[in-house]
């Protein structure tokens, strides 16, 4: 049984999401400071965390930075609060998803079990051993999950090296937002492309010499990126 860590200061909804979820099947514990969430996020072991921004003591940004220093537990983040930079800086920090309330407890529960059985997935032993993709500088070694560029190591989230993964075993081939968002979210966009978008900054501030004339994530204008080789 999966289990999950709602940090959620407002009762409420913390207790509407807690009985939705476990109504489908999860073991759900609940944090309602930011402290407590922040030492239960490292010290415990969750499948998954939905973190709400607006904390007291300790806010959602902050625990979303800390946690994911230290592991790469799925992290749904929710708040109220509308704004593009909230939800780039929120992925920005490692986040998998930004969900805006208010939201219907049915969506949550469909996007945990999106993020969980891609986890799984993931993390299971169906790879082969030493599954290695090398391109120009690049090697993505696919059954450890790391990357080096041009010989150093560099750190990614889980979705920024399934993007990435993905973009460079399909070179060449343009992808839209929604495409992509799609095969890595495993679920339709609503309106969430801004996901990609920043998750696409990210990797190329890791693996490009210029940001600015990126030479391998290309941004095909009005369509979508494609990895060159």
Same mark, same amino acid.
């Not at 940001?211 to 290309?218: D, G, L, N, R």
């Given at each position: 049984?999966? &289990?999950?860590?709602?940090?959620? /200061?407002?009762?409420?909804?913390?207790? #509407?999401?807690?009985?939705?979820?476990?109504?489908?099947?999860?073991?759900?514990?609940?944090?309602?400071?930011?402290?407590?969430?922040?030492?239960? =996020?490292?010290?415990? $072991?969750?499948?998954?965390?939905?973190?709400?921004?607006?904390?007291?003591?300790?806010?959602?940004?902050? %625990?979303?930075?800390?946690?994911?220093?230290?592991?790469?537990?799925?992290? +749904?983040?929710?708040?109220?609060?509308?704004? /593009?930079?909230? *939800?780039?800086? =929120?992925?920005?920090?490692?986040?998998? /998803?930004?969900?805006?309330?208010?939201?219907?407890?049915?969506?949550?529960?469909?996007?945990? &079990?999106?993020?969980?059985?891609?986890?799984?997935?993931?993390?299971?032993? =169906?790879?082969? $051993?030493? !599954?290695?993709? $090398?391109?120009?500088? +690049? &090697?993505? /070694?696919?059954?450890?999950?790391?990357?080096?560029?041009? =010989?150093?190591?560099?750190?990614?989230?889980? &979705?920024?090296?399934?993007? #990435?993964?993905?973009?460079?075993?399909?070179?060449?081939?343009?992808?839209? *937002? !929604?495409?992509?968002?799609?095969?890595?979210?495993?679920?339709?966009?609503?309106? !969430?492309?801004?996901?990609?978008?920043?998750?696409?900054? *990210?990797?190329?501030?890791?693996?490009?010499?210029?940001?600015?004339?990126?030479?391998? %994530?290309?941004?095909?204008?009005?369509?979508?990126?494609?990895? *060159? +080789?």
């Amino acid at each position: 049984m999966s &289990k999950i860590l709602i940090i959620e /200061d407002e009762e409420a909804i913390a207790d #509407l999401e807690k009985d939705y979820l476990e109504l489908s099947g999860f073991e759900v514990e609940i944090a309602y400071q930011g402290n407590d969430g922040l030492k239960r =996020g490292l010290e415990e $072991e969750f499948d998954l965390i939905i973190l709400d921004l607006m904390l007291p003591e300790v806010d959602g940004f902050e %625990i979303c930075r800390q946690i994911r220093d230290k592991k790469n537990t799925p992290i +749904i983040m929710v708040s109220a609060k509308k704004d /593009d930079i909230d *939800k780039i800086r =929120g992925l920005g920090l490692g986040a998998d /998803d930004y969900m805006t309330k208010p939201f219907s407890p049915s969506e949550l529960v469909a996007r945990v &079990k999106a993020h969980l059985a891609r986890y799984e997935r993931l993390i299971g032993s =169906g790879m082969p $051993e030493n !599954d290695i993709i $090398e391109i120009r500088g +690049i &090697k993505i /070694d696919k059954t450890a999950r790391r990357v080096w560029v041009n =010989g150093e190591e560099k750190n990614f989230t889980t &979705k920024e090296f399934d993007l #990435l993964t993905f973009l460079a075993q399909n070179p060449n081939h343009v992808f839209t *937002k !929604d495409e992509l968002f799609r095969k890595i979210w495993d679920m339709e966009s609503v309106g !969430d492309i801004a996901t990609v978008t920043v998750h696409i900054k *990210k990797i190329r501030e890791k693996i490009e010499m210029n940001t600015a004339k990126p030479q391998y %994530i290309e941004t095909i204008w009005g369509v979508g990126y494609r990895f *060159k +080789i």
